[in-house]
């Protein structure tokens, strides 16, 4: 619902830039909106901030100076990855000055309906799934959010006959008011960014956003397998579709004699579909419900299924090596993810591992470490790790210092057969920019091997 009379004449100051808060800011300013910006990196390095500038936007780089908020401020749009904790954030909060996230102004601006996917893991995976099947389905899908398209951007060019599919993160989700998906899909819950929300529950209630505004008439999509989705479902008022792997929900998604049923029809028979993994059939349920509630037809489904083999840096096939299998896994940034990628395989694994250490041990990963034949380490918790193999019986361990020599070191200890795995069980931050770097790095090395 497109309500563009939500910003005429608003004083919003805009907290950080990078491409949401750039974004935003040009767009208040064209529904009228009289927009000051504030970003921490000092103008002579911030291009966003001069080309703002020369627009005639003013901007204020450097800090975050809480004077900026003695002006009149309707409200906040906060760049996501800044905290709550945050000095002129946590002022404004306590002054009464409403804070949110650009996916709230998506939801203002939006002609078009929206499927919105969170989760712990697995957004991109689903996410790009339902954009491939609805597909050919008489909708025009569009996807972005956090999978690196800016959602209000794509909201203000949206019309009537497209849908957007859009990945939420917590961050994103926990700056919306009145945000309300036509279908929302909640994946899982589990241990992520506390160093951020502070408590899992805190975390878990940023997630439950997505189910917070919908009405009688929308879709809740939900992990019935997972006991804390379950929780955060009950208080919705939309339609609730269930997906589980365990249970035959018969107004959801779920297995039956190794099919994928959907609302009692069967869509696919399991022997047909390429992605790897267990956890990868929770998220393929999840999209093939989100997808039949938009519309999707099941020849689209089953194409999508039949050809799918992953979305980079998340468990995605890089090459064979004289008989290796080469798997990039670098989203896997924390153990869970790690956990499901090396249960996903039933040869044995040469895992690659390591990363930003956040303060926390590896012992939860020590049952899965048991299929491992052999770990490269590298990092700042290459010694946790090193602790966590050894308690798990690998003998086989090697601390390097990167990546780049992790993939040779690899090969090296590997037999033909073996998987070659780079899943670190941990952020990039430590010696990369983003995982789609280290990701990037791990393929190049894979490739120089051949």
Known sequence: MNDMKNFQGKHVLVLGLAKSGFAAAKLLKTYGANVVVNDRTPMEENEQARKLSSEGYEVVCGDHPLSLLDRPTDFVVKNPGIPYTNPIVSEAVKRGIPVITEVEIAGKVSRA????????????????????????????PVVAGNIGTVLSEVADRSNESDIIVAELSSFQLM????????????????????????????YAAAKGRIFANQKEKDFAVYNADDLRV?????????????????????????????????????????????????????????????????????????????????????????AEVNGRKFYNDSKATNILATQKAISAFEQKIILLAGGLDRGNEFDDLIPQLKQVKSIILFGQTAPKLQRAAKDAGIEDIKLVDNVEEAVPAAYQNSSEGDIILLSPACASWDQFKTFEQRGDIFINSVHKLK
């Open 175 to 202: 700056g919306t008011q009145s945000y309300a998906p036509r279908i929302a899909v909640l994946l899982n819950i589990f241990e992520a960014h506390l160093d951020y929300h502070g408590s899992l529950a805190e």
């Open 113 to 140: 309906e929206m499927i919105a996917i969170t989760g712990s893991n697995g957004k991109t995976t689903t996410t790009t799934l339902v954009g491939e099947m609805l597909k050919n389905s008489g909708r025009k």
């Open 230 to 318: 379950c929780e955060l479902a009950q208080s919705t008022k939309a339609v609730k579709v269930p997906f589980s792997v365990t249970k035959e929900y018969h107004d959801g998604a779920y297995i039956k004699d190794g099919s994928l049923y959907f609302r009692e029809e069967k869509i696919i028979s399991l022997r047909d579909i390429v992605l790897p993994g267990q956890h990868n059939l929770e998220n393929i349920l999840a999209a093939v419900a989100a997808s039949k509630l938009a519309g999707a037809n099941n020849e689209q489904i089953q194409e999508t299924l039949n050809t799918f083999t992953g979305v980079k840096h998340r468990l995605q096939y890089v």
